[in-house]
């Protein structure tokens, strides 16, 4: 399923607590694989990037993403190394 977080959860994703709502609905919908399409994303901060890494750690969905810009795919990678080291 793809989902386009930019028209969903806005252009600047800067809380902590939108990732973890972010993935508790993915793990709420009975789709088992989700591409999560970053294209409309403008900004996020680590701390959400750190609890979207976190989260999608412990839930079952096989998750992915595409269309990061590159700032974003720096944050993303730097958070995703904090997390799973």
Excluded: C
Excluded at 23 to 32: Q, R, T, Y
Excluded at 42 to 55: E, L, S
Excluded at 62 to 70: A, F, G, V, W
């Amino acid at each position: 399923m793809l989902i386009n977080i930019g028209a969903e959860f806005g252009t600047h994703l800067e809380s902590s607590d939108i990732a973890i709502e972010l993935v508790d609905i993915l793990n709420k919908i009975p789709e088992d694989d989700f591409i999560l399409d970053f294209k409309d994303v403008i900004f996020i901060t680590m701390n959400f990037a750190q609890a979207y890494y976190a989260a999608k750690s412990e839930s079952s969905k096989k998750i992915s993403e595409i269309n990061l810009s590159d700032n974003i795919k720096v944050t993303m990678g730097a958070a995703d190394e904090a997390v799973n080291p």
